[in-house]
């Protein structure tokens, strides 16, 4: 997924991800460890994730989504997520927000969860 800003009336959607952070891609590699239990693709590149923000003291704040509002898993991944980042080296806090704005779709998937799931 790129980090790309969606707007509606000139209001962000999507805010960008802090990709120059030294810890970025670390956590990125810890995210991608949780997997929707009905899908056998990691969250990360199923586009779920839609921020990952970290601020100077190393607080990490992750917005996502869910493939549904009534997935079976709602009320759990975002705690999934926050126990994937909290062990990270480096890391001080983690809050993982759910938004359903916008909206997900499969176009939010990466190319290798195409692949995996057949759609390519």
């Known amino acids: 997924m790129t980090d790309t800003q969606d707007k ?4 962000p959607l999507i ?7 030294p810890l970025h891609e670390t956590i990125v590699d810890a995210i991608r460890t949780v997997f929707d239990p009905e899908i056998p693709v990691n969250i990360y590149d199923l586009g779920l994730v839609y921020t ?3 601020n100077d003291e190393n ?30 080296a480096g890391v001080k806090s983690v809050d993982v927000e759910l938004t359903w704005e916008p909206q997900w779709g499969m ?8 692949l995996e799931l057949g759609f390519m």
């Open 8 to 11: 509606i009336e000139g209001t």
């Open 15 to 21: 805010e960008p991800s802090s990709t120059d952070h």
């Open 52 to 54: 990952i923000k970290i």
């Open 59 to 88: 607080d990490v704040n992750v917005i996502m989504t869910l493939t549904a509002p009534g997935c079976p898993v709602a009320g759990e991944m975002p705690g999934w997520v926050a126990d994937a980042v909290g062990p990270v």
């Open 107 to 114: 176009d939010m998937m990466s190319d290798e969860a195409r």
